[in-house]
């Protein structure tokens, strides 16, 4: 990632450090942080796992070996089926990160239509916001509205198809959300006010 410049008033994106938080408060509090990642060409994932464009990864310490949680990709090593994969996912691509016990987490808008990270040292696009004061005709254009934080109900944790965090090694395996088992769904994000 290119470091900002001094006259760069938007400074580099805040989502790889809200992503290294929340999986911070995930391990401290014993949760298993998953990711949802919306998958393109750019995303280095097992295919078979990929459902309508998108897959679930367990990202906890338990479940991954060599966990890089970087400014631009989030590298790992897991385990599909009993297979070890190297997984590769580019920040931009993930949509949403939560605790699987609870949903608590956060979403993140869909990477920007033309579908692959940037390049090398090739800056990502950034969507530029601008405080509208009361009474301001000028106001800026509003970007399409992000996908609604579905709530968990009853505060009971999802039901994933079996012990555990579904799976060989705790990754995407038949029983996990996403996975090709039949479950198919993710647990659902909680809001949090």
């Known amino acids: 990632m290119t470091p900002p410049t001094a006259g760069d008033p938007q400074g580099s994106s805040t989502r790889p450090y809200l992503l290294r938080a929340l999986h911070e408060w995930c391990t401290d509090n014993g949760f ?3 990711v949802a990642v919306h998958v393109d060409a750019s995303v280095q994932v097992p295919a078979e796992y990929v459902k309508n464009g998108e897959i679930v990864l367990n990202i906890g310490f338990e479940a991954t070996a ?3 949680l ?3 990709f ?3 090593r897991a385990r599909f089926g009993g297979a ?6 580019p920040v931009d691509h993930v949509v949403a990160i939560y605790a699987r016990e609870n949903g608590q987490g956060m979403a ?3 990477p920007a239509e033309g ?3 940037p390049v090398g040292n090739a800056p990502a696009a950034r969507t530029e916001l601008r405080l509208a004061r ?3 005709a000028s106001r800026p254009p509003v970007p399409a509205a992000p996908r609604p934080l579905p709530t968990v109900r009853g505060g009971e944790p999802p039901d994933d198809g079996g012990p555990g965090v579904g799976g060989a090694g705790g990754q995407g395996g038949p029983g996990a959300p996403g996975g090709p088992g039949g479950v198919g769904k993710r647990p659902r994000l909680k809001r949090v006010k």
Not at 84 to 89: C, E, G, N, P
């Open 115 to 117: 579908g692959d990270a």
């Open 108 to 110: 993140f808008p869909m």
């Open 70 to 72: 970087g400014n631009d």
């Open 74 to 76: 989030i590298r790992f």
């Open 134 to 136: 009361p009474g301001d």
């Open 32 to 34: 298993t942080p998953y």
């Open 66 to 68: 060599n966990l890089e």
């Open 84 to 89: 070890a994969r190297d997984i590769v996912v």
